[in-house]
């Protein structure tokens, strides 16, 4: 049996001593699988993705991902190794508003060489990050005339997806992408993003509470059902 993309064992978390958020005994991830974990806010959902991403620091256990143990690096080590490897995509999308919707999605590989020298052998690495944003729908007139500040929320929400996903990461990691779109919307942008997962080899760690998305996924994991602490 294969070595998971990520695993997760003996994790704890508290912001103050004495009161844990996260005790999570084990947690896997596939390699390519697409995951759904569900919780309502407040349960802890947003401080395991920052975990995971390296943001943050655990105070035990380990988050393992690509063979590669998190607690382990120093702070540097564990921003290269975000850039490197991990995409996000956050609620708020963090975009650069003076920047247009290429500049953004190239923003990627400016802290990440190896996730570069990849993309580059693919060839142009504007003319790619323009043929994944028409991939991921983002209408022609969108793609470069304005800065992203002036684009609709769905456009900024595809930019957003873009960037998490160029260069292939190994794990990309949203965090309630679609809770400002409709539900229509939201089975569209969806199926965009699955799509682009698999064209990349991606694994996908999607948080939401919006519990009418889980079908679509390989697997759908309630925090709670993990989280020995109870909120």
Request: glycine fraction near 8%.
């Amino acid at each position: 049996m294969s070595s998971p993309l990520l695993h997760i064992e003996g994790l704890r978390f508290a912001w103050t001593p004495g009161r844990p958020v996260l005790d999570i005994p084990e947690l896997r991830l596939e390699r390519g699988e697409h995951l759904f974990l569900r919780g309502p806010s407040g349960s802890g959902k947003s401080t395991l993705l920052n975990l995971i991403g390296g943001v943050m620091v655990a105070q035990g256990g380990s988050i393992v991902i690509d063979g590669e143990n998190l607690g382990r690096m120093s702070a540097a080590a564990r921003d290269r190794f975000r850039a490197e490897r991990i995409g996000f995509v956050f609620q708020m999308f963090n975009l650069l508003p003076y920047l247009n919707a290429i500049e953004n999605v190239m923003l990627a590989l400016d802290f990440a060489p190896q996730r570069r020298r990849r993309a580059a052998l693919e060839g142009d690495l504007a003319a790619q990050a323009r043929a994944l944003l028409e991939r991921l729908q983002l209408a022609p007139e969108a793609l470069s005339s304005r800065g992203a500040g002036a684009l609709s929320v769905g456009q900024q929400q595809r930019v957003a997806a873009a960037r998490a996903l160029f260069g292939g990461p190994s794990l990309v990691i949203a965090d309630e992408p679609t809770s400002a779109l409709d539900s229509d919307a939201r089975k569209a942008f969806l199926d965009l993003l699955f799509a682009e997962c698999r064209r990349a080899h991606s694994a996908l760690l999607f948080v939401s509470h919006d519990r009418s998305l889980e079908t679509s996924f390989d697997r759908s994991l309630d925090l709670s059902s993990i989280n020995q602490v109870v909120h």
